[in-house]
């Protein structure tokens, strides 16, 4: 015999669902016409912020969803920006990613982040999966991809903007700093201040090896003894910092100044010299590199190299926007340069 049906009075009775909201409504209660309310998900910056707040007042009243599976069909967008950096840890790519997201949500544009790591296979890996997901755009940290991975952007017909890095052929577009030009900055800055017995202290990515190269070079330039090279693996902590002006003095004792692949890495350093009494920066100069909100206030304050991250996700976003748009792109490499800031540690 069949259950019976729950009586009409029965309060764990399920009750009739309610009818999704639509679009109608929301543009009923804002009183503005259906397009108005579209646009408010698709191009917000293009309405005044008084009207854009009634219809988003009556989209939270409603409830109401907009099906974006339909606009994808019909526009053949995706509605999302995929952004992969090699690691959400800590704040090298902070900047990056804020700009990316505020530009892009301004044109109704959604950022999906990947952490790609520091290893070509988990690359391919994730572009594999997000290009079958077809954004609207890519933008990926770094331009030293495997040869699979770099033909995948090639010839996936999506806009795509390498960042953090120079080269003049890009896939598509570029926003970024030379890590060469860095390397050999931060050498002759050190070596302009008198410090004869250097050390660099990098990661174990590409572009750590290209700035201590580079930074090998420039004190060839001047003369001086070939700087003490000690890698860590990326991405670099205070902890690494640490151990490795342990292993640096065992190796030269007499080290006058350490650059640093990071800030963490640099404050590592820095806690370890003052555990064994060497004194920042008279005996020992310490330069990091990401310019950290922290770097500022740290005791003593940390000289850092500033890549303008957060400029460059602006003007990463405005390179997919304007591909998406159809605007014609002037410049498809921008070089943002970098800054040494100077604070008490070196």
Sequence with gaps: MSA??????????????????????????????????????????????GTLSKVREAVARTGYVPNRAAGTLRLARSGFVAVLVPTLKGQNFSGLIEGLTTTLAEHGHQV???????????EDDL??????????????TGVMHSAEGRALLAQSGIPVVETWDVTPTPVDMLVGASHEAIGYAACTYLARRGRRRLAHVGGDDERAARRARSFVQAASHFGLEAPVLHTVRSPSTHADGRLALGELLARRPDIDAI???????????????????????????????????????????????????????RIAARLVLDRLQGVPIEHKVVDLGFEIVERESA
């Excluded at 108005?36 to 309405?47: A, D, E, I, M, N």
């Excluded at 999906?112 to 988990?122: A, D, F, H, K, Q």
């Excluded at 999966?129 to 990926?140: C, E, F, K, L």
């Design 4 to 49: 019976l049906p729950p009586s009409p009075a029965d309060p764990t009775a399920p009750k009739p669902a309610r009818p999704a909201a639509t679009i109608h409504e929301v543009a009923r209660l804002a009183g503005v016409a259906i397009i108005t309310v579209s646009r408010s998900f698709t191009q917000p910056g293009k309405l005044s912020p």
């Design 112 to 122: 999906l982040i990947g952490e790609v790591g520091y290893s070509g296979p988990r």
């Design 127 to 140: 572009l594999r999966s997000v290009i079958g997901r077809r954004p609207d755009g890519i933008v990926i």
């Design 259 to 313: 650059c640093c692949g990071s800030d963490p890495l640099a404050m590592g350093v820095m806690t370890e010299a003052r555990v064994r009494g060497l004194a920042v920066p008279d005996r020992l100069a310490v330069m990091g590199s990401g310019d950290s909100e922290y770097a500022a206030t740290h005791v003593p304050s940390l000289t850092s190299i500033r890549i303008d991250g957060l400029q460059a996700g």
